[in-house]
């Protein structure tokens, strides 16, 4: 090994690709809701600081799902009420119906996300509602964050494969995807919730959306790294021009629907990619990598994350190698 550091990518730079990436960090949220484990609402605040002063520009920061659903999030309310917010970091939440709006206006949110399925059958398990009701569900939900000034997300599962349908037509993600677009979503995030999805696929996929004149600009992607793809699949998304990318620090939140540790895209293997092609980020590696290693020990479990593992929980700029 030589005496480079170890702790960051060489620079080679690529073509055709944004030259900044906003990183849509999920691990608070989507994360925390899918560990075993129900963490104190005070290490809660702690991780989101430590996220925020690593240079996160966006904190997906819980959930005002009911906590029957998500027993992990329960303490929302709790949550936003002690949270301390870093200048120019936004904390956006999940929103699943006019309830979970009414607690995330009385928390003070000012951007929320909610969550459609670009499927029948995940619409049916996870929203209790078909395909096409769940927009009238949507409709008085956007209609009041709009009137209230918030910004409003909305994610798309399912929208690569589904567990129970099989293959999901790309021709019925574009047509769902307009559908959120048009009641007045600012973002939508294209979700490949089981993983499966591959490098061709998301291009075929993006190519659709410019094909039905549906702009690229306010997509983003949720990739899963459940068979190894995520950041194949991220790198192809950037080359059709998205530039807002889902992640989850140390890879937190597992899959829900496969036996694998592996789940969401770990937001540190996304940033040493990035960093490697030149793409600005604003995220401090080291600084996130030690906030990972952290949490992992509160979660007891090592972290998935490929690049926490290479690095031990801190980077050679802090630490030498074998002192870790
Ligand atoms: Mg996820």
């Known amino acids: 090994m030589t005496a480079r550091d170890v702790g960051l990518p060489d620079r080679y730079p690529a073509s055709g690709l944004p030259a900044q990436v906003t990183i849509w960090e999920v691990g608070p949220r989507d994360g925390l809701q899918n560990e075993p484990v129900t963490v104190p609402v005070q290490v809660k605040v702690e991780f989101l600081d430590r996220l925020a002063a690593a240079g996160l520009p966006v904190l997906e920061a819980t959930s005002f799902v009911h906590p029957r659903w998500v027993p992990q999030l329960a303490d929302a309310d709790e949550l936003f009420g002690l949270l301390s917010r870093h ?41 209790n509602r078909g395909f096409d009701a769940q927009f009238a569900m949507f409709t008085p939900v956007l209609r009041r964050a709009k009137a209230a000034g918030l910004g409003v997300r909305g994610y798309l599962s399912m929208c690569f494969g589904d567990p129970w349908e099989g293959a999901v037509a790309i021709e019925q993600v574009v047509s769902a995807a307009r559908r959120l677009l048009e009641l007045g979503c600012d973002q939508l995030s294209l979700g490949d919730t089981i993983g499966v999805a591959t490098p061709g696929h998301v291009a075929a996929m993006l190519d659709a959306f410019g094909r039905a004149d549906v702009s690229v600009d306010p997509l983003a992607v949720h990739f899963h790294d459940t068979y190894g793809q995520a950041l194949a699949n991220t790198l192809a998304a950037l080359h059709a021009g998205v530039s807002c990318v889902d992640s989850s620090a140390g890879g937190l ?8 540790a592996t789940g969401n895209l ?33 979660l007891g479990k090592p972290s998935p994350s490929r690049v926490v593992t290479a690095l031990g929980g801190c980077s050679r700029a802090t630490n030498p190698p074998g002192q870790c």
Do not use: K
């Open 87 to 127: 200048n120019g970091v936004r904390y956006p939440v999940l929103v699943p119906n006019e309830r979970g709006l009414d607690r995330a206006l009385a928390a003070g949110v000012t951007e929320i996300a909610i969550f459609a399925s670009a499927t029948e059958s995940f619409a049916q398990r996870n929203l």
């Open 253 to 260: 939140g597992g899959c829900p629907y496969a036996q694998s």
């Open 266 to 298: 770990a937001t540190e293997d996304l940033v040493w990619m990035l960093d490697g092609l030149g793409i600005e980020h604003g995220v401090n590696l080291d600084a996130l990598v030690r906030t990972s290693a952290w949490m992992a020990a509160q």
